[in-house]
T-cell receptor, first 115, second 115 residues
Framework: DARVTQTPRHKVTEMGQEVTMRCQPI?????VFWYRQTMMQGLELLAY????????DSGMPKDRFSAEMPDATLATLKIQPSEPRDSAVYFC?????????????FGDGTRLSIL | AQKITQTQPGMFVQEKEAVTLDCTYD???????LFWYKQPSSGEMIFLIY??????QNATEGRYSLNFQKARKSANLVISASQLGDSAMYFC????????????FGAGTTVTVRA
């Protein structure tokens, strides 16, 4: 089965360090989403792309977070500088945009801990 | 306004019994899709089942079925013959054109299956 691949699976780093999370969407999917999951806030949509173009990043703290899609096989989410409140699980998901009947398929997530 | 409401934060079910997880939604779109995802303790998000707003039959996938009541705007998930491996968090979600086909998630319901 095709899968969304996320790296790294786990990341522990100190406050102030740059963190880069990577995602390889399922081949043929034209929409990529970044989510953050915490106990307090649940699942939050941070940003998403369609055909590699950013459509909405209103869920992302702009001063420290950035999301890019340099090519169709790679999406990145960067945090610089990182803060303890960024500790969460970050999910990438991919799917077919423009259809209400297509599920999003999630990667296994990156568990991020900022000390 | 909350688009997806899951009113049961946690449920216990005896092994081999059926369990129903409630989900109500809010949309003014005529065409939309409803999804259920499972998140076990290992953290991954697994797509379980889909129901389209125009589907006349309730969706079924193995032991999962969706009790779709369009007039009530409810899309309850039924898990039959519960197994220990069904212990997880379950999320109801919706895609709709008015929201650019993004997924709106409920807060989730934790299911614990007892032996």
């Amino acid at each position: 089965d095709a899968r969304v691949t996320q790296t790294p699976r786990h990341k522990v780093t100190e406050m102030g360090q740059e963190v880069t999370m990577r995602c390889q969407p399922i081949l043929g999917h034209n929409t990529v989403f970044w989510y953050r999951q915490t106990m307090m806030q649940g699942l939050e949509l941070l940003a998403y792309f369609r055909n590699r173009a950013p459509l909405d990043d209103s869920g992302m703290p702009k001063d420290r977070f950035s999301a890019e899609m340099p090519d169709a096989t790679l999406a990145t989410l960067k945090i610089q500088p990182s803060e303890p409140r960024d500790s969460a699980v970050y999910f990438c998901a991919s799917g077919q945009g423009g259809y209400s009947n297509q599920p999003q398929h999630f990667g296994d997530g990156t568990r991020l801990s900022i000390l | 306004a909350q688009k997806i409401t899951q009113t049961q934060p946690g449920m216990f079910v005896q092994e081999k019994e059926a369990v129903t997880l409630d989900c109500t939604y809010d949309t003014s779109d005529q065409s939309y899709g409803l999804f259920w995802y499972k998140q076990p303790s290992s953290g991954e998000m697994i797509f379980l089942i889909y129901q389209g707003s125009y589907d006349e039959q309730n969706a079924t996938e193995g032991r999962y079925s969706l009790n779709f009541q369009k007039a009530r705007k409810s899309a309850n998930l039924v898990i039959s013959a519960s197994q220990l491996g069904d212990s997880a968090m379950y999320f109801c979600a919706m895609r709709e054109p008015l929201n650019d086909y993004k997924l709106s998630f409920g807060a989730g319901t934790t299911v614990t299956v007892r032996a």
